[in-house]
């Protein structure tokens, strides 16, 4: 199997079945990372796509001695930022669709775990709405999306400590928002 | 140091002072260990992104935060000094229980909660070494609110598998590739592309030739069936001389290979004869079928249909169509009388 430096290689020779398999291949895990994000499906939808087509147009500027990943990561990072921010001016509560949580539920589950589920969830996005903007991306970056410290140093462009500290500094303020949350739903 | 407290590193987010590379530095061992607040943490990563020497020196200083719990030790060590002086005494060497770092931290208040925060929040990357987990506890039995943000940080995961997790469909891959790569292309995009390839020449020209054969093939067989006998034999006695001359030619050398050779044009002329044969017949039966339309013959038509529908099992057998719910019991079921009866069995009628 091709790595993706050199199918993303390939791409720059406008070869069109390679870049079928890199939209293929990060195609969930880029449309997740909207969602984290943005936390509304169709938003997190449209903007997957236009991760996709701004790799498109900038697959000039792609510096072949680069990790991919880290490429795609850090504009996939820059444009969710950008959305964060034009959205947090007409903040709002997100209320996630019942049909999202089809995927989730196994054949034999109940509807109070589901019901639980979904309130669990809805005090996330409460939470992960109050974080900052670095603060958020720590999260999504380290605990949703899993990428190693490495990884995020190197598509955030600051040092491994930095991270390590925004990355906790976020989990503190996400665990005090989740308290909060809560306090203000059994009051 | 508390992080509500105001200070260069705690700015009011009204009057928030701009950053400069002195005020970076001032703030910088609390900013690695977490203690700066929102908004001005935001304004200190931006400086850090745009200045080139002061995240020279954020990368030195990691280092030394790196070591995991240098500046609390640090921190504490100070707390332990400034309580020294204030007993006049040097209570490390008077009372070594005073050593116990963890007591002094579980005491104080504040500052401690922000460390133990920072701590518990990086617990999963970066296990606590025994000295600090003592530290840690020691506090934490004491401060309910960090026990409850400890809870909540070690159920994180749970929290976490609430989220949905989506999976692009075929539709997204569809919307990427159209968006990127344009629409899917149209029949004259292809064949253009196929016409590209070298080999597509050789392709083209056994197309043409085919596609000649049979419109040439078609056409003279269509005006021998119209034509009827001359020039249908006219064709076979043309074809007939053309291909017993090849094969007698051929037959010279080994008559084996001279049938062999026959059989394409034998194959030729019988299809010929049958396509006439079916074309003559498929003309007349539509005649009839036609003109009994018009003279409003329906029982002729019916039979014409009949010829066709019957062997392909389509026509309903007679009883069945004529059958209703009240006859239908009183018809014999003796199916060799029944077949006697029907009229077009033995040719009468």
Same mark, same amino acid.
């Given at each position: 199997?091709?790595?993706?430096?050199?199918?993303?290689? *390939?791409?720059?020779?406008?070869?069109?079945?390679?870049?079928?398999?890199?939209?293929?291949?990060?195609?969930?895990?880029?449309?997740?990372?909207? @969602?984290?994000?943005?936390?509304?499906?169709?938003?997190?939808?449209?903007?997957?796509?236009?991760?996709?087509?701004?790799?498109?147009?900038?697959?000039?500027?792609?510096?072949?001695?680069?990790?991919?990943?880290?490429?795609?990561?850090?504009?996939?990072?820059?444009?969710?930022?950008?959305?964060?921010?034009?959205?947090?001016?007409?903040?709002?509560?997100?209320?996630?669709?019942?049909?999202?949580?089809?995927?989730?539920?196994?054949?034999?589950?109940?509807?109070?775990?589901?019901?639980?589920?979904?309130?669990?969830?809805?005090?996330?996005?409460?939470? +992960?709405?109050?974080?900052?903007?670095?603060?958020?991306?720590?999260?999504?970056?380290?605990?949703?999306?899993?990428?190693?410290?490495?990884?995020?140093?190197? /598509?955030?462009?600051?040092?491994?400590?930095?991270?390590?500290?925004?990355?906790?500094?976020?989990?503190?303020? +996400?665990?005090?928002?989740?308290?909060?949350?809560?306090?203000?739903?059994?009051? | 140091?508390? #992080?509500?407290?105001?200070?260069?590193?705690?700015?009011?987010?009204?009057?928030? &002072?701009?950053?400069?590379?002195?005020?970076?530095?001032?703030?910088?061992?609390?900013? *690695?260990?977490?203690?700066?607040?929102?908004?001005?943490?935001?304004?200190?990563?931006?400086?850090?992104?745009?200045?080139?020497?002061?995240?020279?020196?954020?990368?030195?200083?990691?280092?030394?935060?790196?070591?995991?719990?240098?500046?609390?030790?640090?921190?504490?060590?100070?707390?332990?000094?400034?309580?020294?002086?204030?007993? %006049? /005494?040097?209570?490390?060497?008077?009372?070594?229980?005073?050593?116990?770092?963890?007591?002094?931290?579980?005491?104080?208040?504040?500052?401690?909660?922000? @460390?133990? $925060?920072?701590?518990?929040?990086?617990?999963?990357?970066?296990?606590? /070494?025994?000295? *600090?987990?003592?530290?840690?506890?020691?506090?934490?039995?004491?401060? &309910?609110?960090?026990?409850?943000?400890?809870?909540?940080?070690?159920?994180? &995961?749970?929290?976490?598998?609430?989220?949905?997790?989506?999976?692009?469909?075929?539709?997204?891959?569809?919307?990427?590739?159209?968006?990127?790569?344009?629409?899917?292309?149209?029949?004259?995009?292809? *064949?253009?592309?196929?016409?590209?390839?070298?080999?597509?020449?050789? $392709?083209?020209?056994?197309?043409?030739?085919?596609?000649?054969?049979?419109?040439?093939?078609?056409?003279?067989?269509?005006?021998?069936?119209?034509?009827? +006998?001359?020039?249908?034999?006219?064709?076979? %006695?043309?074809?007939?001389?053309?291909?017993?001359?090849?094969?007698?030619?051929?037959?010279?050398?080994?008559?084996?290979?001279?049938?062999?050779?026959?059989?394409?044009?034998?194959?030729?002329?019988?299809?010929?004869?049958?396509?006439? %044969?079916?074309?003559?017949?498929?003309?007349?039966?539509?005649?009839?079928?036609?003109?009994?339309?018009?003279?409003?013959?329906?029982?002729?038509?019916?039979?014409?249909?009949?010829?066709?529908?019957? #062997?392909?099992? +389509?026509?309903?057998?007679?009883?069945?169509?004529?059958?209703?719910?009240?006859?239908?019991?009183?018809?014999?079921?003796?199916?060799?009388?029944?077949?006697?009866?029907?009229?077009?069995?033995?040719?009468?009628?």
């Amino acid at each position: 199997m091709r790595t993706d430096e050199e199918l993303f290689d *390939l791409c720059r020779q406008r070869d069109a079945r390679a870049w079928e398999l890199i939209v293929e291949r990060y195609q969930s895990k880029i449309l997740n990372l909207s @969602y984290q994000f943005c936390g509304n499906k169709d938003e997190a939808r449209d903007l997957a796509q236009d991760v996709f087509i701004r790799l498109y147009q900038t697959i000039d500027h792609y510096e072949s001695g680069r990790t991919f990943k880290t490429w795609l990561y850090s504009m996939a990072r820059n444009l969710c930022i950008d959305h964060y921010r034009r959205r947090k001016k007409d903040r709002r509560v997100v209320d996630t669709p019942v049909d999202e949580f089809r995927d989730l539920e196994g054949g034999g589950e109940s509807q109070d775990r589901t019901l639980a589920k979904r309130e669990r969830s809805d005090l996330l996005h409460k939470a +992960l709405d109050t974080l900052g903007t670095i603060s958020r991306e720590a999260i999504v970056m380290k605990d949703f999306q899993d990428l190693s410290l490495e990884e995020i140093a190197r /598509t955030l462009e600051v040092p491994v400590g930095t991270v390590k500290s925004r990355i906790s500094r976020a989990r503190v303020e +996400l665990g005090k928002a989740i308290l909060r949350s809560e306090r203000t739903v059994q009051s | 140091m508390s #992080p509500m407290n105001p200070s260069p590193m705690n700015p009011s987010p009204m009057n928030q &002072p701009p950053m400069n590379c002195d005020l970076f530095r001032r703030s910088l061992r609390a900013y *690695l260990r977490g203690d700066i607040p929102e908004p001005a943490f935001g304004v200190m990563v931006e400086h850090e992104a745009e200045c080139d020497e002061c995240r020279r020196v954020v990368t030195e200083m990691t280092a030394e935060v790196d070591h995991v719990g240098e500046l609390s030790f640090a921190a504490v060590a100070a707390a332990e000094t400034s309580e020294s002086d204030l007993r %006049g /005494t040097d209570s490390r060497a008077s009372d070594p229980q005073r050593l116990d770092l963890g007591s002094l931290l579980g005491l104080t208040t504040g500052a401690d909660c922000a @460390y133990v $925060e920072q701590r518990l929040g990086e617990a999963p990357e970066e296990p606590l /070494t025994k000295d *600090l987990l003592r530290l840690v506890d020691t506090h934490l039995e004491a401060c &309910p609110s960090c026990r409850q943000l400890r809870d909540v940080l070690e159920d994180l &995961p749970r929290w976490y598998a609430t989220l949905p997790v989506l999976r692009a469909d075929r539709a997204f891959k569809a919307e990427v590739l159209r968006r990127t790569l344009g629409p899917e292309p149209g029949f004259w995009d292809v *064949l253009r592309a196929l016409w590209r390839r070298p080999e597509a020449v050789w $392709e083209a020209a056994v197309a043409c030739a085919l596609v000649t054969f049979i419109l040439f093939g078609s056409a003279v067989g269509r005006r021998a069936a119209e034509s009827e +006998l001359p020039n249908r034999a006219s064709l076979q %006695g043309v074809g007939s001389a053309v291909g017993s001359a090849v094969v007698r030619g051929i037959d010279d050398g080994a008559s084996r290979a001279g049938r062999v050779a026959r059989a394409p044009y034998t194959l030729v002329r019988d299809g010929f004869d049958g396509l006439h %044969g079916f074309s003559s017949h498929a003309s007349s039966w539509m005649e009839r079928v036609v003109t009994n339309f018009r003279t409003g013959d329906y029982e002729e038509l019916l039979n014409d249909l009949r010829v066709v529908l019957e #062997p392909i099992g +389509l026509y309903p057998d007679p009883a069945v169509r004529t059958a209703d719910p009240a006859t239908e019991t009183a018809v014999d079921p003796a199916p060799s009388d029944a077949k006697t009866e029907t009229p077009r069995e033995d040719g009468t009628q």
